[in-house]
């Protein structure tokens, strides 16, 4: 009855709207489609660096690592490769800085970070603005806020990216992946956010210290669910 009632009068009906959406969608960030057309170095001689190295090899990544213990631990006793390929041994930390793309630093304890962060201008004198760093062990906050300052005054990309759970091995990525928790002023690049793809499940990624914060608080509440 009302569409005729529109026919004689001459009225146009209204349409109908579409609803608009409710949701969001989420920022994607591609995938590399080549990801060993660049550099991966893992600064570190402690077992997550390690794993951290393999994993990457394992992902088809170019690594480059500064520990000869690291670099062992891709042969056998007996000679030959446990894993596809093995990284590249450099031992001169500026040599490595230039070599190098993404900078993944897993240092063995609080007192090696405050040893390799004594003097931090060394380190970064040797990186340029385009260089990616993420430090992955370190969970020290009154550490990671001078280095994060000193970071800002250079213009370099620095990141707290501490993660949770820990891996012990390659094994542990299928049995219980870990979450990263990065803390950084902006977001990096797409090509380095994809090695964090490879090395984490999810990622949350929050202000400079942040990660540090998070890490600790996700820690301490599993820990309290443990307990129960």
Do not use: W
Not at 33 to 52: R, T
Not at 69 to 88: I, N, T
């Amino acid at each position: 009855m009302s569409s005729l009632y529109d026919e004689i009068t001459r009225r146009l009906p209204r349409k109908r709207r579409t609803p608009a959406p409710t949701y969001q969608t989420l920022a994607k960030i591609q995938r590399c489609l080549v990801p060993h057309s660049f550099n991966v170095s893992v600064i570190g001689e402690s077992s997550l660096a390690c794993v951290l190295s393999q994993r990457l090899s394992s992902c088809n990544y170019r690594v480059l690592v500064s520990s000869e213990l690291v670099h062992k631990s891709f042969f056998k006793p007996q000679g030959g490769l446990l894993h596809d390929r093995a990284p590249d041994f450099i031992a001169s930390l500026s040599d490595l800085c230039k070599a190098s793309d993404v900078l993944i630093i897993a240092l063995g304890s609080l007192a090696a970070s405050e040893a390799f962060y004594a003097d931090v201008s060394t380190f970064f004198d040797a990186l340029t603005p385009s260089k990616t760093v993420f430090d992955m062990s370190l969970d020290d906050y009154r550490i990671s806020s001078h280095v994060h300052l000193e970071a800002q005054k250079r213009n370099l990309h620095f990141f707290d990216c501490p993660m949770f759970p820990e891996p012990s091995s390659l094994l542990s990525y299928e049995t219980s992946p870990p979450s990263l928790f990065l803390g950084g002023k902006d977001l990096p690049e797409s090509y380095a956010f994809n090695v964090l793809y490879s090395l984490g499940i999810t990622i949350y990624p929050s202000g400079p210290n942040y990660g540090i914060i998070h890490r600790a608080l996700v820690a301490v509440r599993m820990e309290g669910e443990g307990e129960e």
